[in-house]
């Protein structure tokens, strides 16, 4: 998953402790000793504690607002200076991660995806926090404690996990949420326009959202039903067949059915018993190049690409060309672009009936094949052991996902004026304030102004914590709360439709963590950059047989994959599925 994240996330931080007290107050401006002791030290004046943070998921400068009042308040409050936030470049991790720790520089705190955190541990740079984690009510509040063995290395904590909610799931406290739009997933968006001439018959969007989000009511998976249903692989082929047939041009080229990122044929192959490591009802594992179909779902891939039907270019096409293709109006589906919004503001602008609408995911079999886990986080975070204040630290961190933190990032201090009370709740001052807060949009007085939070952060302080990624699908403090309900059409369209790829059962994994069963995966993605042309040009079943069993061979042979697939047998016993 972390390659998605890096790509999608180029589109688009407490009251526990403070630097002059603890829980329930400011102590008058006392400063809390090193190391957590909370002993008052009168009014001393101590120079503030500098924090340097890396984050794996970011590879651009982050934006941070033109007038944040959100940080210099945090950095007060916790007598903290957020100096350098490092984000991911083209050198590889492992090798600047060993740099860092050859010349003594590694950032304070690191954000990492599995695999790369438990390198950085097997470093024995990182600090072991299994006695912080527990007095962070915060933290095990917020995530789901079944999941806890996913995230600690020979039954110790080093890793704090970023809580994820699954808003997407039937728990009354989100599924009756009426703020709750749920969480938008990668999903298959096709064309209205192109649907309809296809045969298809379906609700409009636009009028779904008129005969129910318009009237405070949210819709159901039967508003977005589409007939013929789209259930299988073979349904699917079936309608990029019509749309080819329609034979629509776009700036004077015939429209291309589909298309997506390079990344993302990954995800297209979780409509087949083909994804993560998964475990059968029978007890076996298996994943990636050896899954069980993951033949079928490359000959799958091999017809589409011969017939026409996708995108001869998607191997080599850079996001920002995928972008145009999808916002011109030249794609008739697609799985996953730079920003989904602009290309729907795009073809909206041209013509009102190219509206994006999610097909259900495609399965050959609803329990099988999976492209993202749900399994309380993504990402974890790490603290070097020689940082001089962790337990100063990890209260800090576990603050930023207290109800006050929240509040804070979605609103403001309260002396800056920007909101105030009304009716028992905040609402905004200013109409333009309101509007841009309200709305997302950015270049005037909103978030991106005043650096608070709407669908993403843009105070600095934001970054270094842990509250940010929670809120980014569910934040209890939003100000959207404050005013009617109103749901996002397209989140809960996505959400709703398009969860076949998306595993919350347990029965999936992004691996153990041994070097093993890093290989099969990084293994896997250096195929789908230099080897699976070879599964998409042959023209014929022999020459495509030929090509599949040399390249299956040797990823089996250089992965040692049989033993890979043993860890995660028992990797599973120790992390059974919830019954």
Request: proline share 5%; with cysteine.
């Amino acid at each position: 998953m972390w390659k998605k994240a890096v790509h999608l996330m180029l589109i688009s931080s407490l009251g526990l402790l403070t630097a002059a007290g603890c829980t329930g107050g400011d102590n008058g401006g006392a400063v809390i000793k090193p190391g957590g002791d909370k002993k008052a030290e009168g009014n001393t004046k101590q120079a503030k504690l500098p924090i340097r943070f890396y984050s794996q998921g970011y590879q651009t400068r982050i934006d941070v607002a033109s007038h944040d009042v959100v940080t210099p308040f945090i950095e007060n409050k916790f007598n903290l200076e957020f100096t350098e936030m490092y984000v991911n470049n083209d050198q590889p991790l492992k090798e600047r991660l060993n740099q860092w720790i050859a010349t003594k520089n590694l950032p304070d705190i690191m954000m990492m995806d599995k695999a790369n955190a438990n390198y950085a541990i097997s470093t024995g740079q990182f600090a072991d926090l299994t006695d912080y984690v527990k007095d962070m009510p915060s933290l095990q509040k917020w995530f789901p404690q079944e999941y806890w063995g996913r995230f600690t290395n020979d039954g110790k904590n080093y890793q704090i996990p970023t809580p994820v909610v699954n808003t997407n799931s039937n728990d009354p406290k989100f599924a009756n949420d009426p703020y709750n739009s749920g969480k938008r997933l990668t999903s298959l968006q096709v064309r209205e326009d192109l649907l309809a001439k296809a045969g298809y018959k379906f609700k409009p969007i636009k009028e779904i959202k008129k005969d129910t989000i318009d009237k405070g009511k949210k819709p159901t998976v039967e508003d977005f039903a589409i007939e013929p249903a789209i259930r299988t692989p073979e349904d699917f082929y079936q309608l990029l067949k019509k749309i080819k047939e329609l034979n629509v041009t776009a700036n004077g080229k015939p429209l291309i059915p589909l298309s997506f990122p390079i990344w993302a044929q990954f995800h297209f192959g979780s409509m087949f018993d083909f994804g993560h490591w998964t475990q059968d009802k029978d007890g076996t594992v298996d994943g990636f190049l050896g899954s069980k179909d993951a033949k079928k779902y490359h000959e799958y891939l091999n017809r589409l690409y011969q017939e026409g039907l996708l995108d001869k270019d998607f191997i080599i096409q850079k996001d920002d060309q995928l972008q145009t293709k999808a916002a011109t109006g030249q794609l008739g589906v697609i799985l996953a672009v730079l920003n989904l919004d602009a290309v729907r503001q795009s073809l909206l602008a041209t013509d009102p009936s190219m509206e994006l609408r999610v097909i259900p995911w495609p399965k050959m079999d609803p329990d099988k094949g999976f492209y993202d886990i749900y399994e309380g986080s993504f990402w974890r975070l790490l603290i070097r052991k020689d940082f001089p204040e962790i337990k100063r630290l990890t209260q800090y961190l576990d603050w930023t996902l207290s109800d006050e933190a929240l509040d804070l990032m979605s609103w403001g201090p309260e002396n800056t004026g920007i909101w105030k009370m009304q009716d028992g709740k905040k609402v905004f001052v200013d109409p333009q304030v309101e509007s841009d807060m309200l709305t997302g949009k950015l270049g005037g007085k909103g978030a991106d102004y005043y650096g608070l939070y709407a669908k993403q952060f843009y105070s600095k302080a934001s970054y270094f914590g842990l509250g940010w990624y929670m809120a980014r699908d569910y934040n209890p403090k939003s100000p959207l709360r404050s005013y009617p309900p109103n749901y996002d059409i397209y989140v809960m369209n996505s959400g709703m439709v398009g969860k076949g790829g998306y595993n919350v059962t347990g029965t999936a994994s992004y691996g153990d963590g041994s070097k093993e069963a890093e290989l099969v995966s990084n293994t896997y993605w250096t195929f789908t950059t230099l080897d699976v042309a070879k599964l998409l040009t042959p023209k014929t079943k022999e020459e495509f047989d030929k090509n599949w069993d040399t390249i299956k061979t040797k990823y089996m042979k250089d992965t040692n994959y049989e033993q890979a697939a043993k860890n995660m047998v028992q990797w599973f016993k120790a992390n059974a599925p919830k019954k």
